[in-house]
């Protein structure tokens, strides 16, 4: 059931405003610059930052505020709770090794693909995502194979909701477009991008059958020349099936 918009509480927006525009202005910031960029009074600011920092979830120094290491606390919790994590760590890594590339492990959540593990082989591109990194589902291979495995209502919903905002000259930003690339995604049970979410990059990636876990997705992320070169894409994603194979079977016996 959706709820309504009146039902959050105000302070709690305020405080989530404020961690918002510590991270847009780089991870640190001073009051200053907080009410320069936000809404509420910096009075306001103020009290809401003396209480994040008695939590430990903002910390203060030099006049500049910065968030704080708690948080890591609640994200590993977020990032493990399932299991998920946990199995598909070493075939990520793996993943990494083999091909040279980035590999990743991206999780749905509230319409969005969120990365909750990356590692960089020897040759990888140097990419944001990081973990915690949110993006549009529909922007990449592995959150179009996080979306193949959703039913059409379900997809629907997610459009709806979020969009489908252009990244760049090559994303894909209609429904019929989508539903159709999807329908071959279930087909052929691998996704791939061209430069769809970032100019010079290419993806592949493929849906994981998790159970009754959160619906998750693997990748493997290249330059666009070497993903096009002979044979090498067909060799990531031979690689990324292997991978989403022995995770899956690891999950369905854990």
């Known amino acids: 059931m959706t709820r309504a918009k009146t039902d959050s509480v105000r302070a709690t927006q305020t405080s989530l405003s404020v961690l918002s525009g510590i991270k847009n202005l780089g991870g640190s910031a001073t009051l200053v610059e907080l009410a320069d960029s ?33 948080w890591l606390e609640f994200g590993g919790m977020a990032q493990r709770y399932d299991g998920i994590y946990e199995v598909a760590k070493p075939e990520v890594r793996r993943m990494a090794v083999e091909t040279g590339e980035l590999a990743n492990l991206m999780i749905e959540e509230q319409g969005y693909g969120i990365y909750i593990h990356t590692t960089s082989g020897d040759q990888a591109v140097a990419l ?3 973990l915690g990194k949110r993006i549009h589902l529909h922007k990449t291979a592995i959150g179009k194979a996080l979306l193949s495995s959703f039913d059409d209502d379900r997809v629907e919903e997610i459009i709806e909701t979020r969009g489908l905002p252009a990244e760049t000259d ?15 995604i279930r087909e052929q049970g691998v996704a791939d991008d061209t430069e769809e979410r970032v100019d010079g990059t290419g993806c592949v990636g493929v849906p994981i ?15 666009i020349n070497r993903l096009q070169s002979s044979g090498r894409k067909a060799q990531l994603i031979d690689t990324v099936q292997q991978a989403a194979n022995v995770i899956e079977v690891n999950l369905a016996h854990e």
């Open 38 to 70: 936000l809404e509420p009074a910096k009075s306001t600011i103020y009290k809401h930052l003396v209480t994040l920092e008695d939590e430990g979830l903002v910390v203060e120094r030099n006049g500049e505020y910065r968030i704080g290491l708690r």
């Open 170 to 184: 090559n994303t894909i930003t209609d429904r019929e477009t989508l539903f159709a690339e999807l329908e071959t």
């Open 209 to 223: 059958d998790t159970g009754d876990r959160r619906e998750a997705a693997i990748s493997i992320t290249a330059p």
């Open 128 to 130: 944001d995502t990081r």
